[in-house]
């Protein structure tokens, strides 16, 4: 299979591209997840000028959910 992007940065740009209408707006933001989505949520966030935050919680949640713990509502 080809890839298409030869590293995160890169395929974060191609995504800021075509997003671009997101640019600057005072309603937007940019959420990235950790382990692989913050370099890319960095470069999308930097190129559209709109600020990054983290989903750590949420993977937290979900990663106990998908190892059997109990998860609160």
């Known amino acids: 299979m080809r890839r298409r992007w030869k590293d995160?940065?890169?395929?974060?740009?191609?995504?800021?591209?075509?997003?671009?209408?997101?640019?600057?707006?005072?309603?937007?933001?940019?959420l990235a997840l950790p382990r692989g989505g913050v370099p890319l949520g960095y470069v999308i966030a930097q190129a559209l000028a709109l600020p990054l935050d983290l989903l750590s919680r949420i993977c937290g949640l979900l990663e106990r959910a998908w190892n059997g713990a109990a998860v609160p509502e």
């Not at 075509?18 to 933001?29: K, M, S, T």
């Open 8 to 30: 995160r940065q890169q395929a974060g740009r191609w995504l800021a591209r075509r997003l671009g209408a997101y640019a600057g707006r005072g309603d937007a933001i940019v």
